[in-house]
């Protein structure tokens, strides 16, 4: 059973390399090539740009997860521990979009 089935737990404190986070990214390169070249399962060159345009988005996606984490009261240790880097890389990093980007509007 997966550690993910589990709702006690909690997320890991650092970024974890293992069977849930390979599954997840395989499904999301197959997706992403099924969605945009079929033709092209298990060519090598498809993979590479799926994987390419997922590290790309990911990076942009980033920016606005740790502005929401600022915005629910993480502090910059704390995210810097979840991202796996440095304090003073991840303040440096992210802390301009944290403090401009103007978050999303609730609907309610």
């Known amino acids: 059973m997966s550690a993910l089935a589990d709702p006690h737990r909690r997320y890991p404190s650092r970024p974890v390399c293992d069977d849930d986070t390979e599954l997840a990214l395989r499904s999301a390169v197959g997706t992403l090539v099924s969605a945009r070249s079929p033709m092209w399962h298990g060519d090598a060159g498809a993979v590479l740009h799926a994987l390419a345009s997922l590290a790309a988005e990911i990076s942009l ?43 999303p509007i609730d609907p309610d």
Do not use: N
Request: proline share 2%.
């Open 61 to 103: 996606s980033l920016s606005d997860a740790v502005a929401d984490a600022r915005d629910q009261d993480y502090s910059w240790d704390e995210i810097a521990e979840l991202l796996g880097r440095q304090k003073r890389t991840v303040k440096r990093g992210y802390a301009a979009h944290a403090k401009t980007r103007r978050p």
